[in-house]
């Protein structure tokens, strides 16, 4: 069975860091594209980044680029994003998902950020 | 970036009904998109990928159409469950973006 969980969200400061990850298991990892998806509250799905499978390319939004870090380690079958520099607008739900250019096929239940002083 | 525009982006509907939620792309996409269903408080589902392939476990009341610049979501006997949030996405290039949602409600 796929799973993805993610874990790392909390409460954190505007102008600090946070490093979310991502847990894969039953499939390959190293064979998929992955992307973390954000939901600020309320509001809709925003694409924020993705990773290719072998992890050599990595993809931002231009909300994150910059500050945002897509990385994967295949061996330990987990992605991390690191989060530096956050802002309230980084306050969302992110969610870890599998796929890319087919779509997300595959999704973890998201772990919650919030940036407030 | 491609813009991704739902219509509409809140729809009252009774059980049975048949519904049609379009999408539009602000250029381009060949068929590099798909559907999503999200229920409050959850994940995202995909339903529909590549325009029009019904993802494994998917009813086969929902279906995909359309391709370049615009698409068409399609349940064709609303159930109780099917009342949510859709929505799409390109995944043509990137930034990869989705639409706004169309919220979905019973009548």
């Known amino acids: 069975e796929v799973q993805l969980v993610e874990s790392g969200g909390g409460l954190v400061q505007p102008g600090g860091s946070l490093r979310l990850s991502c847990a894969a298991s039953g499939f390959s990892l190293s064979s998929y594209a992955m992307s973390w998806v954000r939901q600020a509250p309320g509001k809709g799905l925003e694409w924020v980044s993705g990773i290719s499978s072998s992890g050599g390319t990595t993809y931002y939004a231009d909300t994150v680029k910059g500050r945002f870090t897509f990385s994967r380690d295949n061996s330990k079958t987990t992605l991390y994003l690191q989060m530096n520099s956050v802002t309230a607008e980084d306050t969302a739900v992110y969610y870890c998902?599998?796929?890319?250019?087919?779509?997300?096929?595959?999704w973890g239940q998201g772990t919650p950020v919030t940036v407030s002083s | 970036d491609i813009q991704m525009t739902q219509s509409p982006s809140s729809l009252s509907a009774s059980v049975g009904d048949r519904v049609t939620i379009t999408c539009r792309a602000s250029q381009s996409i060949a068929n590099y998109l798909s559907w999503c269903q999200q229920k409050p408080g959850r994940a995202p589902k995909l339903l529909i990928s590549?325009?029009?392939s019904l993802q494994g476990g998917v009813p086969s009341r929902f279906s995909g159409s359309g391709s370049g610049t615009d698409f068409t979501l399609t349940i064709s006997s609303l159930q109780p469950e099917d009342f949510a949030t859709y929505y799409c996405?390109?995944?043509?290039?990137?930034?990869?973006?989705f639409g706004q949602g169309t919220k979905l409600e019973i009548k």
């Open positions: 590549a325009a029009s």
């Open positions: 998902a599998r796929g890319g250019a087919w779509g997300f096929d595959y």
């Open positions: 996405q390109q995944s043509y290039t990137t930034p990869y973006t």
